[in-house]
């Protein structure tokens, strides 16, 4: 039982490159999410989904896409990198949306030059 | 506008004392309270969920407790060890006419000193 993993855990782009992150859970859970995390500041949603096929938006949409084609797996994209989305990008996944609690992948640690 | 607020940012103790983390959020209509672990370089483990209906949860040498009138949080550390050095996080889940949304305080990192 893996839980929760992210791949890759590093990357660098350059500005305007585009890249996917995945995301792949083995706990059959409806729910998952993508947050980014800045230094000095909590964790901001960025989009989640409640079950394969849905996708919405967090706090901080703009400028990433996502995708729930299967259940176990949730996709970011950056279309056009920009260095405001230099940051450590987490996806997790719960059962429930509320009262249960959310599984953390390690973590993609991403630069944008 | 909810927020959430860790304070101090960061906590140097030495081993064996009891501490007390605090959390606190400006909106009393949540619906759960969780507070979550980090390693440096890892992602978060949830250590503690208390639901708006509860006062306090335990697990092992931790406390943590909720005040809603108050607007307060705390996570209690027993006995602390050198293995506890973290950061610590609390997270406030919205009620659900926000859709259900976490809004995280910044973190307090914690240096437990041999």
């Known amino acids: 039982n893996a839980g929760v993993t992210q791949t890759p855990k590093f990357r660098v782009l350059k500005t305007g490159q585009s890249m996917t992150l995945l995301c792949a859970q083995d706990?059959?859970?409806?729910?998952m999410y993508w947050y980014r995390q800045d230094p000095g500041m909590g964790l901001r949603l960025i989009h989640y989904?409640?079950?394969?096929?849905?996708?919405a938006k967090g706090e901080v949409p703009d400028g990433y896409n996502v995708s729930r084609l299967k259940k176990q797996n949730f996709l970011l994209g950056l279309e056009s990198a920009a260095p405001s989305q230099t940051s450590v990008y987490f996806c997790?996944?719960?059962?429930?949306?509320?009262?249960?609690?959310?599984?953390f992948g390690p973590g993609t640690r991403l630069t944008v030059t | 506008k909810q927020e959430v607020t860790q304070i101090p940012a960061a906590l140097s103790v030495p081993e064996g004392e009891n501490l007390v983390l605090n959390c606190s959020f400006t909106?009393?209509?949540?619906?759960?309270l969780q507070w979550f672990r980090q390693d440096p370089g890892k992602g978060l483990t949830s250590l503690l969920l208390?639901?708006?209906s509860q006062r306090e949860q335990t697990s092992g040498r931790l406390n943590a407790s909720l005040d809603k009138s108050s607007g307060r949080s705390t996570l209690y550390i027993a006995a602390s060890q050198p293995g506890d050095s973290a950061t610590y996080l609390c997270?406030?889940?919205?009620?659900?006419?926000?859709?259900?949304?976490?809004?995280w305080g910044a973190g307090t990192k914690l240096i437990i000193k041999p």
């Open positions: 997790a996944s719960s059962y429930t949306r509320t009262g249960s609690e959310q599984y």
């Open positions: 706990m059959n859970h409806e729910y």
């Open positions: 989904s409640v079950g394969e096929g849905t996708t």
């Open positions: 909106d009393s209509a949540i619906y759960n």
């Open positions: 208390i639901q708006s």
């Open positions: 997270a406030a889940t919205l009620t659900a006419d926000s859709n259900y949304q976490l809004i």
